[in-house]
């Protein structure tokens, strides 16, 4: 069993939709969670990290479910510029950090 | 700050022929780690040091792979020999402290022929 799983998509929505993708880990001492964005040919870059109590950064809400062992990113009121592959990443402790596949969104005008 | 470098960005070689990739941190940052990419198993961490010390190199796949960390700011990756399965883009990416954020380079996009 893989350390994240991550549905691949992908997703294709209209401008101005709410999407949301899912996460499962399955270590159940993972300590802390982060979503990476990844544009074509291009370096993953943070976008968020996800805190136990759920956080949200403008149109962007990440939430973490420890029971279920799952994490989400929400994006409301999608745009272009929000095109690109978005990775899931656990960190067990001592720095084993995992990341998921990857999902894949295209925002459609 | 120019952040992460990597060279070169681009290597096409045969198969047997030894590579080697580099990486420059960002200034500051102590730790280091080597990822690999590809469309199948999507990103895979080789191999992190942690103040120039190898931390865990249990994603290093084989003998043909070997890292090092000269000094507190470089790094190379190397492969030798080389195999057609070993394309895919290998990043490098520096943290200030091994659990926090990772800033990533732009990668190194290798194809074995």
């Known amino acids: 069993r893989k350390e994240v799983e991550q549905d691949p998509g992908p997703f294709n929505v209209p401008e101005g939709a709410t999407v949301a993708f899912n996460c499962t880990y399955s270590?159940?001492?993972?300590?802390?969670f982060f979503w990476y964005r990844q544009d074509c040919r291009k370096e993953p870059k943070l976008l968020m990290s996800v805190y136990s109590s759920g956080n949200e950064d403008g149109r962007f809400t990440a939430q973490l479910n420890r029971a279920s062992q799952y994490i989400s990113l929400l994006i409301r009121d999608s745009k272009l510029s929000d095109s690109a592959t978005y990775l899931c990443v656990v960190n067990a402790g001592a720095n084993n950090l995992f990341f998921g596949t990857g999902t894949r969104l295209t925002v459609i005008p | 700050d120019a952040g992460v470098i990597q060279s070169p960005r681009h290597e096409v070689t045969e198969m047997g022929q030894e590579v080697t990739l580099r990486c420059k941190l960002i200034s500051g940052h102590n730790s280091l780690f080597w990822y690999r990419q590809t469309m199948m198993r999507g990103l895979e961490l080789l191999i992190y040091?942690?103040?120039?010390?190898?931390?865990?190199d249990s994603g290093m796949p084989e003998d043909r792979f070997s890292a090092k960390m000269p000094n507190a700011s470089f790094s190379t990756l190397k492969i030798q020999p080389s195999e057609p399965r070993d394309s895919a883009v290998y990043f490098c990416a520096s943290s200030p402290a091994a659990n926090n954020e990772q800033f990533f380079g732009p990668g190194t996009r290798l194809t074995v022929l």
């Open positions: 270590n159940s001492a993972s300590q802390s």
């Open positions: 040091f942690n103040n120039n010390v190898p931390i865990d």
